[in-house]
């Protein structure tokens, strides 16, 4: 979770490379679609409970994903996820594929299930979106971002950039720190609404541009919660 910082060697410097959230989430996402693909750790906690685990990634006109997770709701367990264009696969616990029958069960992109929903939560979790899209919306162009500095993040320089915008709601914040090819290392992000934390989070990445593989479970390994199951 976003509790301490890299290690700084050059924090106060007045200006950085980028100067807009704009500027800095098209350097971002270019570079996490120039390389492709890369792996990645999570750790989320929300109102949705506890979100934890290891993660690859392909980007492309589509992210798609897959990885070994623990949630803490709606009851503790460990998961498979795969995540591709069409539809996210999860792997049930042990129990579960006793009454469904299998071991994996398929949720449509355009389903609308309370199973969906917290699918949706949980790919969200784990990354869904390109490294750096979410600095491109429109309620991003106010957002103040601030130059920390160079700092050493396991052993490599990076660029620390922290990002703030408010909602009227909620406010959030997002660390950035990035290499020199500004690709995205680490992220940290949290949410202030007006009771106090809402959510927050870290994901590292690293590997970047190197093979990793993305693909459905086997279909006879898929099959379908039955109705009021989740």
Do not use: C, H
């Not at 070994?68 to 579960?96: H, I, Q």
């Not at 979410?134 to 920390?148: E, G, M, N, Q």
């Not at 990076?158 to 915008?165: D, G, R, T």
């Amino acid at each position: 979770m976003p509790t301490e910082s890299a290690q700084e060697t050059s924090a106060g410097a007045d200006e950085g490379r980028f100067s807009t959230a704009q500027e800095l989430g098209e350097a971002v996402r270019d570079a996490a679609l120039d390389a492709g693909s890369a792996r990645g750790t999570v750790e989320a906690r929300s109102a949705d409970g506890l979100v934890s685990g290891a993660v690859v990634y392909q980007f492309g006109d589509d992210v798609l994903l897959a990885g070994e997770v623990s949630v803490s709701e709606p009851v503790s367990a460990e998961l498979g996820v795969v995540k591709t264009a069409d539809a996210t696969y999860l792997r049930l616990p042990s129990l579960a594929q006793v009454f469904v029958g299998s071991e994996w069960v398929r949720v449509r992109a355009d389903d609308t299930s309370d199973l969906a929903v917290q699918t949706a939560a949980l790919a969200d979790a784990l990354g869904a979106d390109v490294p750096g899209t979410s600095l491109l919306a429109d309620d991003r162009r106010d957002a103040t971002v601030v130059y920390l500095g160079d700092q050493r993040l396991d052993g490599a320089q990076v660029e620390q950039y922290l990002v703030e915008w408010d909602d009227g709601t909620v406010t959030t914040t997002e660390e950035y720190l990035i290499d020199s090819d500004d690709l995205l290392l680490r992220l940290d992000s949290a949410q202030q609404g007006p009771a106090g934390a809402v959510a927050e989070s870290r994901r590292t990445y690293s590997d970047w541009g190197q093979p990793v593989v993305v693909q459905e479970p086997p279909a006879e390994a898929v099959g379908e919660l039955p109705d009021g199951f989740f």
